[in-house]
Protein backbone atom coordinates (compact mmCIF):
# COMPACT_ATOMS: atom_id res chain seq x y z
CA UNK A 1 0.00 0.00 0.00
CA UNK A 2 1.87 3.22 -1.38
CA UNK A 3 -1.16 5.35 -0.10
CA UNK A 4 -2.01 6.12 -3.52
CA UNK A 5 -5.01 4.34 -4.75
CA UNK A 6 -6.43 4.44 -8.35
CA UNK A 7 -10.17 3.14 -9.82
CA UNK A 8 -11.09 1.41 -11.50
CA UNK A 9 -7.95 -1.11 -12.17
CA UNK A 10 -9.28 -2.09 -15.41
CA UNK A 11 -11.52 -0.40 -17.79
CA UNK A 12 -12.63 -1.65 -21.10
CA UNK A 13 -14.18 0.96 -23.11
CA UNK A 14 -15.44 1.35 -26.67
CA UNK A 15 -14.13 4.63 -28.84
CA UNK A 16 -17.28 6.37 -28.70
CA UNK A 17 -18.07 6.08 -24.74
CA UNK A 18 -16.72 8.29 -22.00
CA UNK A 19 -15.10 7.27 -18.83
CA UNK A 20 -13.22 9.01 -15.60
CA UNK A 21 -10.47 7.16 -14.22
CA UNK A 22 -10.08 8.57 -10.10
CA UNK A 23 -6.75 8.62 -7.89
CA UNK A 24 -6.47 9.70 -4.41
CA UNK A 25 -3.62 10.04 -2.57
CA UNK A 26 -3.78 10.11 1.07
CA UNK A 27 -0.02 11.24 1.94
CA UNK A 28 -0.59 15.14 2.56
CA UNK A 29 1.52 15.52 -1.06
CA UNK A 30 0.97 18.94 -3.38
CA UNK A 31 1.98 17.34 -6.37
CA UNK A 32 -0.09 14.82 -8.65
CA UNK A 33 0.60 12.99 -11.72
CA UNK A 34 -0.42 11.25 -14.69
CA UNK A 35 1.56 8.66 -16.63
CA UNK A 36 0.95 6.62 -19.31
CA UNK A 37 3.21 2.82 -19.56
CA UNK A 38 2.47 1.34 -22.75
CA UNK A 39 4.67 -2.00 -23.55
CA UNK A 40 7.66 -1.65 -25.16
CA UNK A 41 8.14 2.03 -24.41
CA UNK A 42 9.42 4.10 -21.27
CA UNK A 43 6.53 6.02 -19.04
CA UNK A 44 5.81 8.79 -20.55
CA UNK A 45 4.44 11.94 -17.81
CA UNK A 46 1.06 13.12 -19.15
CA UNK A 47 0.27 15.75 -16.99
CA UNK A 48 1.50 17.03 -13.80
CA UNK A 49 -0.47 19.47 -11.04
CA UNK A 50 1.13 21.34 -8.48
CA UNK A 51 -1.12 22.65 -5.71
CA UNK A 52 -3.74 22.19 -7.87
CA UNK A 53 -2.35 23.93 -10.69
CA UNK A 54 -1.47 22.26 -13.83
CA UNK A 55 1.91 22.90 -14.67
CA UNK A 56 2.71 20.77 -17.23
CA UNK A 57 0.91 19.25 -20.35
CA UNK A 58 3.02 17.33 -22.39
CA UNK A 59 1.47 17.27 -25.86
CA UNK A 60 -1.56 15.31 -24.97
CA UNK A 61 -4.00 14.73 -27.13
CA UNK A 62 -7.31 16.41 -26.40
CA UNK A 63 -9.38 13.50 -26.05
CA UNK A 64 -7.38 13.01 -22.78
CA UNK A 65 -8.63 16.05 -19.99
CA UNK A 66 -7.35 16.01 -16.37
CA UNK A 67 -8.88 17.65 -13.27
CA UNK A 68 -7.29 18.11 -9.77
CA UNK A 69 -9.94 20.01 -7.82
CA UNK A 70 -7.87 19.23 -4.41
CA UNK A 71 -4.37 18.40 -3.70
CA UNK A 72 -5.57 14.87 -2.66
CA UNK A 73 -7.40 14.06 -5.47
CA UNK A 74 -6.73 13.68 -9.43
CA UNK A 75 -9.12 12.98 -12.58
CA UNK A 76 -8.67 12.04 -15.81
CA UNK A 77 -11.41 12.39 -18.24
CA UNK A 78 -11.64 10.21 -21.34
CA UNK A 79 -13.60 10.10 -24.55
CA UNK A 80 -13.56 8.96 -28.13
CA UNK A 81 -9.90 7.42 -27.24
CA UNK A 82 -8.21 4.90 -30.20
CA UNK A 83 -7.33 1.73 -29.68
CA UNK A 84 -3.60 3.07 -29.84
CA UNK A 85 -4.35 4.25 -26.13
CA UNK A 86 -4.62 0.95 -24.30
CA UNK A 87 -1.97 0.96 -21.83
CA UNK A 88 -1.29 1.51 -18.16
CA UNK A 89 -2.37 4.67 -16.75
CA UNK A 90 -0.43 5.49 -13.57
CA UNK A 91 -1.07 8.05 -11.11
CA UNK A 92 1.80 9.12 -8.80
CA UNK A 93 2.28 11.79 -6.21
CA UNK A 94 5.38 13.68 -4.63
CA UNK A 95 5.81 16.11 -2.01
CA UNK A 96 5.95 19.02 -4.25
CA UNK A 97 7.03 19.53 -7.88
CA UNK A 98 10.03 21.10 -7.77
CA UNK A 99 11.47 18.52 -5.76
CA UNK A 100 10.28 15.34 -6.76
CA UNK A 101 13.59 14.05 -9.18
CA UNK A 102 15.46 13.91 -5.80
CA UNK A 103 12.90 13.03 -3.49
CA UNK A 104 10.21 9.83 -3.78
CA UNK A 105 7.66 9.39 -6.38
CA UNK A 106 4.99 7.58 -4.85
CA UNK A 107 2.81 5.12 -7.56
CA UNK A 108 -0.64 4.36 -7.64
CA UNK A 109 -1.31 0.62 -8.97
CA UNK A 110 -2.50 1.84 -12.04
CA UNK A 111 -5.46 1.45 -14.19
CA UNK A 112 -4.90 -1.14 -16.97
CA UNK A 113 -7.19 0.30 -20.07
CA UNK A 114 -8.57 -1.31 -22.98
CA UNK A 115 -9.61 0.83 -26.00
CA UNK A 116 -11.47 -1.85 -28.67
CA UNK B 1 15.80 14.47 -26.27
CA UNK B 2 17.42 12.77 -23.24
CA UNK B 3 17.50 8.85 -23.37
CA UNK B 4 18.05 6.14 -20.58
CA UNK B 5 19.04 2.86 -22.52
CA UNK B 6 18.46 -0.09 -20.15
CA UNK B 7 20.15 -3.30 -20.77
CA UNK B 8 19.51 -6.09 -20.81
CA UNK B 9 15.71 -5.67 -21.81
CA UNK B 10 15.14 -9.67 -20.08
CA UNK B 11 16.81 -12.02 -17.82
CA UNK B 12 16.13 -15.29 -17.11
CA UNK B 13 17.84 -16.32 -13.91
CA UNK B 14 17.93 -19.33 -11.44
CA UNK B 15 17.36 -18.42 -7.80
CA UNK B 16 21.25 -18.11 -5.93
CA UNK B 17 22.65 -16.41 -9.29
CA UNK B 18 23.96 -12.99 -9.33
CA UNK B 19 22.92 -10.39 -11.98
CA UNK B 20 23.91 -6.97 -12.99
CA UNK B 21 21.36 -4.46 -14.81
CA UNK B 22 22.45 -1.32 -16.88
CA UNK B 23 21.10 2.10 -17.31
CA UNK B 24 23.01 3.59 -19.53
CA UNK B 25 22.87 7.51 -21.42
CA UNK B 26 24.72 9.86 -23.41
CA UNK B 27 23.50 12.99 -20.94
CA UNK B 28 24.44 13.96 -17.85
CA UNK B 29 21.83 13.90 -14.95
CA UNK B 30 21.51 15.14 -11.87
CA UNK B 31 19.85 12.38 -9.59
CA UNK B 32 19.35 8.53 -10.65
CA UNK B 33 16.90 6.60 -9.23
CA UNK B 34 16.02 2.87 -9.72
CA UNK B 35 12.45 1.65 -9.24
CA UNK B 36 11.20 -2.19 -9.03
CA UNK B 37 7.78 -2.69 -10.63
CA UNK B 38 5.60 -6.12 -9.84
CA UNK B 39 3.00 -7.39 -12.52
CA UNK B 40 -0.32 -5.49 -11.68
CA UNK B 41 1.31 -2.61 -9.50
CA UNK B 42 2.85 0.52 -9.80
CA UNK B 43 6.50 0.94 -9.66
CA UNK B 44 8.05 1.82 -5.99
CA UNK B 45 11.26 3.58 -5.40
CA UNK B 46 14.56 1.13 -4.32
CA UNK B 47 16.96 4.32 -4.22
CA UNK B 48 18.04 7.63 -5.31
CA UNK B 49 21.88 8.46 -5.88
CA UNK B 50 22.97 11.71 -6.40
CA UNK B 51 26.51 11.97 -6.69
CA UNK B 52 28.96 10.99 -9.17
CA UNK B 53 30.25 7.58 -8.19
CA UNK B 54 27.99 6.90 -5.40
CA UNK B 55 27.46 3.27 -4.13
CA UNK B 56 24.38 2.83 -2.58
CA UNK B 57 23.65 -0.63 -0.85
CA UNK B 58 20.31 -2.06 0.09
CA UNK B 59 20.38 -5.64 1.59
CA UNK B 60 21.69 -7.87 -1.39
CA UNK B 61 21.12 -4.66 -4.21
CA UNK B 62 24.25 -3.00 -4.64
CA UNK B 63 23.39 0.64 -6.70
CA UNK B 64 26.39 2.70 -8.82
CA UNK B 65 26.31 6.09 -10.47
CA UNK B 66 28.60 6.54 -13.06
CA UNK B 67 31.49 9.04 -12.40
CA UNK B 68 30.14 11.48 -15.25
CA UNK B 69 26.35 10.61 -13.79
CA UNK B 70 25.42 9.51 -17.60
CA UNK B 71 24.97 5.83 -16.22
CA UNK B 72 24.39 3.77 -13.50
CA UNK B 73 23.91 -0.28 -12.79
CA UNK B 74 22.26 -2.45 -10.21
CA UNK B 75 23.76 -5.69 -8.70
CA UNK B 76 21.76 -8.22 -6.92
CA UNK B 77 23.65 -10.80 -5.12
CA UNK B 78 22.05 -14.44 -4.67
CA UNK B 79 18.60 -13.34 -6.21
CA UNK B 80 15.61 -14.95 -5.05
CA UNK B 81 12.11 -15.63 -6.65
CA UNK B 82 10.82 -12.36 -4.93
CA UNK B 83 13.48 -10.10 -6.95
CA UNK B 84 11.37 -11.01 -9.93
CA UNK B 85 9.70 -7.81 -11.42
CA UNK B 86 10.41 -4.88 -13.73
CA UNK B 87 13.68 -2.70 -12.55
CA UNK B 88 13.09 0.68 -13.74
CA UNK B 89 15.65 3.43 -13.74
CA UNK B 90 14.66 7.40 -14.06
CA UNK B 91 17.26 10.09 -14.03
CA UNK B 92 16.61 13.66 -13.35
CA UNK B 93 16.58 16.83 -15.75
CA UNK B 94 15.49 20.29 -15.75
CA UNK B 95 12.79 19.46 -13.01
CA UNK B 96 11.32 16.49 -14.49
CA UNK B 97 12.04 12.44 -14.38
CA UNK B 98 13.31 10.86 -17.96
CA UNK B 99 12.57 6.77 -17.20
CA UNK B 100 13.71 3.86 -18.82
CA UNK B 101 12.14 1.09 -20.73
CA UNK B 102 12.88 -1.15 -17.76
CA UNK B 103 14.73 -4.46 -17.22
CA UNK B 104 12.03 -7.27 -16.92
CA UNK B 105 13.83 -10.20 -14.38
CA UNK B 106 12.38 -13.38 -13.53
CA UNK B 107 14.16 -15.50 -10.98
CA UNK B 108 13.34 -19.09 -11.13
CA UNK B 109 13.10 -21.35 -7.99
Known amino acids: ETGVTQTPRHLVMGMTNKKSLKCEQH?????MYWYKQSAKKPLELMFV???????ENNSVPSRFSPECPNSSHLFLHLHTLQPEDSALYLC???????????????FGSGTQLSVL | TQLLEQSPQFLSIQEGENLTVYCNSS?????LQWYRQEPGEGPVLLVT?????EVKKLKRLTFQFGDARKDSSLHITAAQPGDTGLYLC?????????FGKGTKLSVKP
Open chain 2, 27 to 31: SVFSS
Open chain 1, 49 to 55: YNFKEQT
Open chain 2, 49 to 53: VVTGG
Open chain 1, 92 to 106: ASSQEKTRHINEKLF
Open chain 2, 90 to 98: AGGSQGNLI
Open chain 1, 27 to 31: LGHNA
